[in-house]
């Protein structure tokens, strides 16, 4: 079986680049090669191009792992998405990725691409937990690993936040204008938050160049939505049928939705991703609270059931209707702690949502959705409790999916997670193990953790599931 490469000959009903690869040149670096980026800014991007060709290749940077680069790299830039709904599966090859670089191997590189005035966008897809913020204040955290590292040699950075500083220092050292960062990663307020960080790190290693980056450099906001499931041998073989005998290993699936809404604003242009379907907007805060809240929120809940009554894909959660109703349950009361959101019928959003889950054609693991919740709480869970708190709505729907992951760590005796080792402890913590959990330092906000409601609410919800599951084991 041949591999797919810019000489792939492929079935006529396979979506190709419209525009001609050979004279693409590159605009944007992105950090963070994961399948998320591949299904949804690089899908974005090339789509923006189809109708407006114009110098926005994208130089793709994997942080660490220099396995999907090379093999990128074997492809020429070519991969397959696999958008799977009811009306069956659809191939689209993306070649918009213009180069491939692993930062821990390529550093210098990578460096160099940064600083290249050609470049006038750096976007991130690289998790929450790469960032190093500090929970307690929002800010930087010293002793994260990757900014510990960067701090102590910053010439040679090789985590986000470094990389960006020492591109910036680089570009004012040249005098060269400085390029947008776009976060595109699931944090509330990201572009505010990585400009905090950036210029905080900055600070340590050149006061002078902190004050350049909070005069100049542009971090706008965005909030990103697409299901996108690890990739699975199932995955390369359906590409496989559907290129017509063609391997691509890095093949993934995903849904038919997909959602971009952007802070508007780009000092030194950007693609006309409004024409791949972006919604380019002044202030993106609404839309973000309302996905992490409704879909992001829920969808940790549907996890933890999930791990609980032992099911693997978030559908096989969604085709039992006593979870469903929890899961809607969820959704509604999330939608409680919302202002309104422009051009956005919230009641409409929420079906649509308790649809894509059920999506059958969408094999979304439960496990892999439960990963790093330490990281994701705060903001899907404990923001909203607490302004539910605060206006004196039900908390119970939010203590609730706090007791299913503590209940679901006690289960598998196991956790995927930053604070492992911290969370392993608490659920061997003995007689009251959600005590333990509620006492995790800097894991709750104030207001929930100084809140005797919470702390019941929490309490009897670890009880319940922790009870189902031994009624389920025996």
């Known amino acids: 079986m041949s591999r797919l490469s810019s000489q792939s000959v492929l079935p006529e009903a396979v979506h190709v680049p419209e525009f001609d690869r050979a004279t693409l040149l590159p605009g944007i670096v992105h950090l963070g090669f994961g399948a998320f980026h591949r299904a949804h800014q690089a899908v974005f991007t090339q789509r923006a191009l189809n109708a407006d060709p114009d110098a926005w290749g994208i130089v793709a940077v994997n942080l660490r792992s220099a396995g999907p680069i090379r093999d990128l790299e074997a492809q020429d830039g070519l991969y397959t998405i696999i958008t799977r709904g009811p009306d069956g599966d659809s191939a689209e090859v993306i070649g918009v990725t213009e180069d491939w670089l692993c930062a821990a191997e390529d ?140 391997k691509d290993v890095l093949a993934i699936e995903t849904e038919p939705f997909i959602q971009w809404v952007i802070e508007d604003e780009f000092p030194q242009g950007r693609p006309a991703w409004e024409k791949a379907g972006a919604v380019m907007v002044a202030d993106v805060e609404p839309y973000e609270n309302m996905k992490l809240r409704m879909l992001n929120g829920t969808h940790t809940l549907v996890a933890h059931l999930g791990i609980l009554s032992g099911l693997e894909h978030v559908r096989d959660v969604m085709a039992v209707p006593a979870l469903v109703a929890q899961v809607r349950a969820h959704m509604l009361a999330a939608r409680a702690t919302l202002d309104p959101v422009p051009g956005i019928d919230l009641d409409r959003y929420a079906d649509d949502l308790i649809l894509r889950f059920a999506n059958p054609a969408i094999a979304h693991r439960n496990i892999q959705i439960a990963m790093d919740s330490t990281q994701k709480l705060p903001q899907r869970i404990f923001s909203p409790a607490t302004d539910a708190l605060a206006a004196g709505q039900d908390i119970t729907p939010f203590a609730r999916v706090m007791g299913a992951w503590i209940a679901a760590i006690m289960k598998r005796h196991e956790a995927d997670d930053p604070r492992r080792a911290e969370l392993l402890a608490a659920a061997e913590a003995g007689e009251n193990p959600a005590r333990a959990f509620l006492d995790l330092p800097g894991l709750l906000p104030q207001a929930l953790a100084e809140s005797a409601e919470w702390h019941r609410a929490v309490t009897a919800a670890v009880a319940e599931f922790s009870h189902l599951t031994e009624r389920s084991a025996s």
């Open 107 to 246: 550093g210098a590189e990578v460096l160099a691409r940064l600083a290249d005035p050609a470049i006038r966008i750096v976007t991130l897809t690289v998790t929450e937990k790469a960032y190093g913020v500090d929970p307690a204040t929002g800010g930087l955290d010293r002793n994260h690993p990757s900014i510990a590292a960067d701090l102590a040699d910053p010439s040679h950075p090789g985590g986000a936040v470094g990389l960006l500083v020492e591109g910036l220092r680089l570009r004012r050292a040249a005098d060269v204008a400085p390029f947008t960062v776009l976060s595109c990663d699931n944090l509330p307020s990201n572009g505010r938050v990585l400009r905090r960080l950036v210029t905080e790190y900055a600070a340590l290693t050149d006061p002078g160049l902190a004050d350049w980056i909070a005069a100049e450099v542009a971090f706008p906001s965005s909030m990103v939505d697409r299901i996108v499931p690890a990739a699975t041998d199932a995955t390369r073989a359906r590409a496989a049928a559907l290129l017509g005998g063609v």
